[in-house]
């Protein structure tokens, strides 16, 4: 049986991965149809908002693997 430890540092990494991949749909998105994002008129500015989202979400990940694995 995988400790506690291992087993959260699955759980994070699979929520990490999950978000990551959400924000990276967004993006695709904004890219590929811009009128799905009509609530918002500056699409660049949604576009480096989901940019950033994605990119904490990949650092943690990095983090996680880098210092914890």
Do not use: C, W
């Amino acid at each position: 049986m995988k400790s506690l430890r291992d087993r959260m540092i699955k759980t994070s990494t699979q929520y990490l991965q999950g978000q990551a991949e959400k924000h990276r749909m967004n993006i695709e998105l904004i890219l590929s149809n811009p009128v799905a994002v009509a609530e918002h008129s500056d699409m660049m500015e949604s576009l480096e908002k989901e940019l950033g989202l994605m990119a904490d979400y990949v650092d943690k990940l990095e983090m996680l693997d880098k210092y914890f694995k």
